[in-house]
C-alpha cells in the first residue's frame, strides 16, 4: 500500500526529531544548510522534511515504527557537509540520508556514501556530476541542470531568443547550468553571449552586469539563491538593463523577489518545478494542495513553498524505500530505491540509471514549467 493511501487527521500535532518520545523510531539523516549562504533554502527544506515525517507518524509511521529526523547544520560550507554526513553515519546510525541542498555540498558528501556504504536521496542539487560519477548510493529526485536545459528546450517556441547571456554562481552548480544550457542553446541556433560568473555570497554585481548590459543578446539566464536573485534584479533594474532575465534551478520563489525586488522583479521568468499559485497544473494536484494546506497549517511562511516541497517529497520518496525494503538497513535500502514508484507533485518518482554502466546512480526526471512576474503577480509564461 502506498504510504500516501495511509494519512490520517492530526498530523501536525506529533513531533519529530532527536527529541522524540518514540518507544522505536527509524532513523533518517538530514544534512542541509541551516547557517550561511544558503540558510534561508535549507531551513525551507529542512521544515518540508519535518511536515512530511509529520504526516507519516500520524498515519503509523514506516514498518510500524516512527520515522525520527536527525538534522545537521552543514553550514553552507562542503567540508562542513562532509563532515556532517560522517556524524551522521557513524554516531547517529542513520541508514539512509537526504541532503545536502547546494551541490558543491552534495559533492563533498559522496565520498562518504561510498565509504560508509549509505544511501543518500538528494532533494536539491543539480550538478551533472552527482549522479555520473560512479556512485551507486545516490538517488536524485530534483533535476540536475541537463534535465532543466531539456525542459527549457521544450519552452523555446514560447521565447524568442536569438543569443543569450549567463551569469551564474562560480561554484558546481551554476558552471553545470551554463555547460548544459550552452550545449542546449548551440543544438537549437541559438548564440551564446557573454558569461559572467560571481561568487557565492557576493553583493556587488555591478561589473557582471554591466558587461551583460553592453551585450547585444536578447536574454540572460541567471543561475543563483533567492538572496542573490534579488540583488542581481536591483542592481540590474538600478542600471537600465532591458534584457530578459531568466532564471534556473527552481531555487527561488518569485513571490519571495516580489516582496525583496519590488518592482524591479517585474518581467522576471523562471524555470519551476512547483509552482504553488497553479497547483491545478501539475501532475498530482492533491498531492499540490494537501501539502500547501499541511505547509499553511504549520505556520509556514508561504515563500517557502518552492524550497520545502523538495524536503516534503524527499522523505516521502524514502519512507517509501523503507517500506519496500522491509527493513530499515543501509544496504536493503539503496536497494529499494530502485523499485519505488512514488506519486510525488510533479510526477511520480522512479529512478533511471545514469552514470558508468555497473555503478549507476538514480535519477528522476522531473517536470517542470516556466512562469514569469508581472505587475507584482506570478503567472504562466506568456499567459
Same mark, same amino acid.
Given at each position: 500500500?502506498?504510504i500516501?493511501?495511509?494519512? +490520517?487527521?492530526?498530523?501536525?500535532a ?5 527529541g ?5 523510531? +527509524?532513523?533518517i ?5 541551516l547557517?550561511?549562504?544558503?540558510s534561508?533554502?535549507?531551513?525551507y ?13 500520524a ?15 552543514n ?52 550538478? &551533472? ?11 536524485? +529526485?530534483?533535476?540536475?541542470?541537463w534535465?532543466?536545459?531539456?525542459v ?6 514560447q ?7 549567463f551569469?551564474?554562481?562560480?561554484n558546481?552548480?551554476?558552471?553545470g ?15 551564446i ?7 557565492? &555570497? ?25 538572496e542573490?536573485?534579488?540583488?542581481v ?20 520563489n ?48 508561504p ?11 524527499g522523505?516521502y ?15 536493503? +535500502? ?10 510525488a507533485?510533479? &510526477? ?6 545514469? &552514470? ?7 535519477q528522476?526526471?522531473?517536470?517542470g514549467?516556466?512562469v ?5 503577480k ?6
Amino acid at each position: 500500500m502506498k504510504i500516501r493511501n495511509c494519512m +490520517i487527521a492530526g498530523a501536525l500535532a506529533l513531533s519529530v526529531g532527536a527529541g522524540g518520545a518514540y518507544a522505536q523510531n +527509524i532513523k533518517i539523516g538530514v544534512n542541509q544548510p541551516l547557517t550561511g549562504a544558503f540558510s534561508a533554502s535549507g531551513t525551507y527544506v529542512a521544515n518540508g522534511a519535518k511536515v512530511a515525517a509529520e504526516e507519516i507518524n500520524a498515519a503509523g509511521g514506516v514498518l510500524g515504527q516512527q520515522i525520527q529526523l536527525v538534522i545537521e547544520d552543514n553550514k553552507s560550507n562542503p567540508t562542513e557537509a562532509a563532515a556532517v554526513a560522517e556524524k551522521l553515519i557513524t554516531s547517529d546510525k542513520v541508514p539512509v540520508m537526504m541532503g545536502a541542498w547546494g551541490s558543491s555540498l552534495t559533492l563533498a558528501v559522496l565520498p562518504k556514501l561510498m565509504q560508509y556504504k549509505v544511501p543518500m536521496l538528494v532533494e536539491t542539487s543539480s550538478s &551533472g556530476k552527482i549522479t555520473q560519477q560512479g556512485n551507486p548510493y545516490v538517488f536524485r +529526485i530534483s533535476p540536475p541542470s541537463w534535465v532543466e536545459a531539456d525542459v527549457f528546450e521544450g519552452l523555446l517556441p514560447q521565447l524568442d531568443i536569438k543569443k543569450v547571456d549567463f551569469l551564474a554562481i562560480n561554484n558546481d552548480w551554476g558552471l553545470g547550468t551554463i555547460n548544459d544550457f550552452s550545449e542546449m542553446f548551440k543544438e537549437n541556433g541559438i548564440e551564446i553571449g557573454r558569461v559572467e560568473k560571481m561568487d557565492e &555570497g557576493a553583493t556587488e554585481l555591478s561589473a557582471q552586469l554591466a558587461n551583460i548590459k553592453s551585450s547585444d543578446a536578447d536574454a540572460v539566464i541567471v543561475t543563483a539563491a533567492v538572496e542573490q536573485l534579488t540583488l542581481v534584479l536591483k542592481q540590474a533594474n538600478d542600471i537600465g538593463l532591458k534584457k530578459q532575465i531568466i532564471t534556473t534551478g527552481g531555487s527561488q520563489n518569485p513571490d519571495q523577489l516580489i516582496e525583496q525586488a519590488g518592482g524591479a522583479a517585474n518581467g522576471s521568468s523562471h524555470l519551476t518545478f512547483f509552482a504553488p499559485w497553479l497547483p491545478d497544473t501539475w501532475p498530482h494536484p492533491d498531492r499540490a494542495e494537501g501539502f500547501i494546506k499541511l505547509w499553511d497549517a504549520a505556520g509556514h511562511n508561504p515563500i517557502g513553498l518552492t524550497e520545502s516541497y523538495r524536503g516534503y517529497e524527499g522523505i516521502y520518496v524514502i519512507a517509501a524505500a523503507i517500506e519496500k525494503a522491509g527493513k530499515a538497513e543501509p544496504e536493503a +535500502i539503496r536497494e529499494a530505491f530502485w523499485e519505488v514508484e512514488e506519486p510525488a507533485i510533479n &510526477g511520480t518518482v522512479t529512478f533511471i540509471k545514469d &552514470g558508468p554502466e555497473g555503478r549507476e546512480s538514480g535519477q528522476y526526471m522531473a517536470n517542470g514549467t516556466l512562469v514569469q512576474i508581472v505587475d507584482g503577480k506570478v503567472q504562466d509564461f506568456g499567459s
